[in-house]
């Protein structure tokens, strides 16, 4: 067991070295022989060493919000350029093996191509994102549409992304709907949710053994009155209505503000339904900015509950993915950090004496409890994870290995000519 106890004993014994480390100054080397490798369990290095955060394309195409796109110089022209950018993350990270596409803006004439194209570059294929939410025929909805001709038009896309799937061998398809109603009367909502109900079950129908769907709720956006999947609770009941291949994803924006998303987490994985989660950060709406930039606490209490509840073991299958947008900071950088913040939680979420927790819970001892949550949570972890990569071959900083490898400026002088992709390609 751990682990936090050898971990205070080191800090302990190091106090004069740690303080040193806030000097300005100190050099990055000094402060990482802070906390080694060899003060954790050999369990929680390899459970780290083997996390796998998957990579959406879209975040390495340009974006913005609908007053302005700021292009930016190097970004990708196509899904092969979009799959080399995220293979340099998974270079510096070590731990973000897959990449994400969305269809219709990753479509290409041969996918076992794409898929050859990722392994040459050392990532694979991951989770299909089927895309209902950008055609004029959905204005007043896809799956929901009281129209039988565009929910039929909703259904063969949502059929031609399992297709695409079976040609990249992915396993998940993801499923969120934009669908909804701006004004009270619009549409009648106990009709929509049958006509989604009914799409769910002919894609369900659809999935191979080894395939899967796992549906996303958001509260609102684009509609605002009323959303046909606008909670977990909803996504829950149709995951349980379809079966075991039916899963609920977490995307960390697309709650009301306050909501408690550890509870809905361990909630999910108590009834083996929690299937993936899109990581983003917001302070008001879906705000999609760097995971564990606005709220580094709430992550590390998600990924407790993770970890508490067997999410990170292989057999339970939760899809660990980030679906964000870098509108302003750079993009790979973007996306490198990212995977960063959330191995960081991930490690202080491993770190918890989980013994000494459960001894305080069973005692009432509120403050104990808390406490122990609280120094894992207080733990430097970046040393430890710096030691880790050393361990696996890669740079201790992946961020510097990344600039100094001098590929931003190599896409910037080449990648000129031809459309750059966003929203929409
Ligand atoms: C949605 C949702 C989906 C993502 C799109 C781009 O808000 O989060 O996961 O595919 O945005
Ligand atoms: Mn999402």
């Known amino acids: 067991m751990l682990s936090i106890r050898n971990v205070k004993k080191h800090i302990e014994s ?63 022209r196509d899904p092969y350029e979009k799959v080399d950018d995220a293979a ?15 269809i219709p803006w990753d479509r290409v004439d041969d996918y076992a191509d794409l898929g050859r194209h990722a392994a040459e570059r ?9 895309n209902t939410f950008q055609d004029n025929d959905y204005m007043l909805g896809s799956v929901c549409n009281p129209d039988p001709a565009i929910r039929r038009k909703a259904l063969d896309h949502l059929l031609e992304c399992v297709d695409v799937m079976d040609a990249t061998g992915s396993r998940d398809l993801k499923l969120w709907f934009a669908d909804g109603t701006n004004y009270p009367g619009q549409d009648d909502l106990r009709a929509r949710q049958n006509r989604l109900a009914e799409v769910l079950a002919a894609v369900y ?3 191979g053994p080894n395939q899967r769907m796992v549906l996303e709720y958001k509260l609102f956006e684009p509609a605002f009155y009323s959303t046909d999947v606008p909670d977990w609770g909803t996504a829950f009941a149709h995951c349980l209505q379809l079966g075991p291949k039916a899963k609920v994803v977490v995307d960390t924006g697309h709650h009301a503000p306050g909501t408690n998303i550890e509870f809905i987490v361990a ?5 083996d339904k929690l299937g993936a989660f ?3 950060s917001r302070f008001y709406a879906d705000d999609d900015l ?10 590390f209490r998600i990924m407790h509950e993770v970890v508490g509840g067997g999410g990170l073991e292989p057999g339970l299958e939760v899809a660990f993915m980030l679906d964000q947008c870098h509108n302003i900071e750079p993009k790979i950088p973007g996306q490198i950090r990212s995977v960063m913040n959330v191995q960081e939680a991930t490690a202080k979420a491993l ?42 071959g890669l740079d201790p900083d992946p961020l510097d290995a990344y600039r100094r490898s001098g590929y931003a400026d190599l896409i910037a002088t080449e990648r000129v000519g031809g459309a750059q992709a966003g929203w929409g390609a």
């Open 14 to 76: 190091n106090r004069n070295l740690w303080q040193a480390a806030t000097i300005p100054g100190l050099k990055h080397e000094e402060s990482r022989t802070l906390t080694a490798v060899s003060h954790v369990p050999k369990a929680i290095s390899s459970t780290l060493k083997g996390q796998h955060i998957e990579l959406p394309s879209w975040a390495f195409g340009n974006s913005g919000t609908r007053f302005k796109v700021f292009p930016q110089a190097g970004v990708p």
């Open 88 to 102: 340099q993350v998974h270079q510096y990270t070590g731990v973000a093996p897959s990449v994400a596409l969305h």
């Open 122 to 130: 050392g990532v694979a294929l991951g989770t299909i994102n089927s």
């Open 205 to 207: 129908g659809r999935l």
């Open 267 to 271: 909630f999910l994985l108590r009834a």
């Open 278 to 280: 899109d990581f983003n």
């Open 290 to 299: 760097m995971v564990g930039s606005a709220d580094p606490f709430q992550l």
């Open 351 to 392: 770190l918890v004496d989980r013994t000494a927790l459960a001894a305080a819970q069973a005692d009432g001892d509120v403050l104990g409890a808390n406490a122990v949550l609280m120094d894992a949570y207080n733990t430097d972890v970046r040393p430890l994870l710096a030691g880790i990569r050393e361990e696996m």
